[in-house]
């Protein structure tokens, strides 16, 4: 699994251990991940197919009239690459999954973040 930021924030405040994977997103949206002691994850990095696969899913996302933000395209593609879900609280997401159904997302609750 990878965890979407407002996911790994929650967990730091609450100091929970992180097993899961996060992505460079992550790393520039949250620096201080960096210094989390409780962090046992993998820090997937963005590339360059990654930013392809973005593009690809931008552009049939604007064929619907649902674009998103950069930042969650990579976020998406990095999980679509890797075979990993995202765990997330944003509900954006799920529009991904309309034009892409590789795409993998579990949403939790505000209170399960």
């Excluded at 046992?40 to 593009?55: K, N, P, S, T, W």
């Excluded at 950069?70 to 997330?88: F, G, H, K």
């Amino acid at each position: 699994m990878i965890l979407d930021t407002s996911v790994v924030i929650e967990k730091v405040k609450r100091r929970e251990v992180i097993n899961d994977n996060i992505t460079s997103i992550t790393l520039i949206e949250y620096p201080p991940i960096v210094r989390y002691k409780g962090f046992r994850g993998r820090i997937y990095f963005v590339g360059e197919e990654d930013q392809l696969l973005a593009f690809l899913i931008q552009s049939k996302l604007e064929e619907i009239g649902f674009p998103l933000s950069a930042a969650d395209l990579l976020m998406a593609s990095v999980c679509i690459r890797r075979n990993e879900e995202l765990v997330t609280t944003d509900e954006d997401f799920k529009v991904i999954q309309k034009v892409e159904p590789r795409f993998r997302v579990k949403l939790l609750e505000a209170h399960e973040k």
